[in-house]
């Protein structure tokens, strides 16, 4: 049976061997086909064109209260579900739980609309392996060229362009154990099902609250359509800007960085450069000012049994990987 390397920079399930790996042996052509863009090309527009909606109704008056509470609603589990569920627990097994938390934190994960859990995990993993190098799926630096165009070129590659591209991970190489789980293996089979949940949710939810069918439609519009376009681009955040501005508290060999107006709204995935140098801590914010809802989540779960063996780095540990002031 043959052996497969775990690289030294990414803790956790077997990866590519090193950052001098040819990506391209890990590929798997023809994954990204013209369904599936035209299908991310409607999931990232779509959401779009209906802010456009709720800003022009805002605008006339007819932002209700309860449209601000459902937008919060479904913003705040779908945005944990990526951040805990699809990120610290599946992609970095920060801390370990039981099936039952496993599967409701990854569907929470699976209404937010980026893609099916084990396809995510793939190419975040693959990121790790490969950050800021050619292979990495959605770096801002590599293969743009130089100057200002060749900037805005690299950002929008790794915010947006490069779900359109050919750089998706091959998930058997990055995410075998997931492949294994036969509970996230029905989450993934299922992905559109849950998706379908996170939009009939909010529309659920203006029915019961107003009683009528307008104030179903807006509940959908706040809580689905705006929800879904807010968390997209702050996630998609992390991969562009968070790569090019901010920060840099530790040594990792890449262009990660710590931007601290984006944490509140990432649930802490915005301290980037810390998430790189500790790719497996299950807190991201590692100073006493660095706010990570995520970690207040996890360390929740834990004190209430719920969750075990949550990785933490040290202070000994961090102050060896600091940067030099």
């Known amino acids: 049976m043959a052996t497969t390397e775990i690289p030294t920079r990414v803790s956790g399930p077997p990866v590519a061997p090193d950052r001098s790996s040819t990506a391209g042996e890990y590929e798997t052509p023809g994954r990204f086909n013209a369904v599936d863009k035209i299908a991310t090309a409607v999931a990232t527009g779509v959401p779009a064109v209906a802010l456009a909606v709720g800003v022009w109704l805002a605008w006339d008056n007819t932002l209700y209260w309860q449209d601000v509470l459902i937008f919060i609603a479904c913003y705040v589990p779908s945005g944990l579900g990526i951040t805990v569920g699809y990120h610290r627990l599946l992609t970095h097994r920060s801390f370990r739980c039981g099936p039952v938390v496993r599967a409701i934190l990854t569907v929470c994960g699976c209404t937010a609309l980026e893609g099916p859990p084990i396809e995510w995990v793939a190419n975040h993993r693959k990121h790790h392996a490969f950050s800021d190098v050619d292979g990495d799926p ?3 630096h590599v293969g743009h060229g130089q100057g200002w165009s060749a900037a805005l070129r690299g950002l929008w590659h790794a915010h947006l362009g490069w779900v359109f591209g050919d750089g998706f991970a091959n998930q058997r190489r990055y995410a075998p154990d997931l492949l294994a789980d036969p509970v996230i293996r029905f989450i993934d089979r299922t992905f559109l099902l849950w998706a379908a949940v996170g ?11 107003t009683g009528t069918l307008t104030g179903a439609l807006l509940g959908l519009l706040w809580g689905g359509a705006v929800r879904l376009l807010v968390l997209h681009h702050v996630t998609f ?24 107006w984006l944490a509140p709204l990432s ?9 790189h140098a500790f790719p497996t801590s299950a807190a991201h914010g590692l100073r006493r000012r660095q706010l990570d809802p995520s970690w207040l989540l996890i360390s929740g779960l834990a004190r209430l049994g719920l969750a075990s063996d949550v990785v933490e780095i040290s202070a ?6 600091r940067c030099e002031l």
């Open 237 to 260: 955040s992390i991969n562009s800007l968070c790569h090019y501005f901010g920060s840099q508290d530790y040594e990792t060999g890449d262009e990660s960085r710590n931007l601290a």
């Open 316 to 321: 000994d540990r961090r102050a060896r990987k």
């Open 138 to 140: 959605h770096s801002p």
């Open 199 to 209: 939009l009939a949710i909010p529309f659920g939810l203006g029915y019961a609250i």
């Open 267 to 275: 649930f802490g995935e915005a301290w980037h450069n810390n998430h």
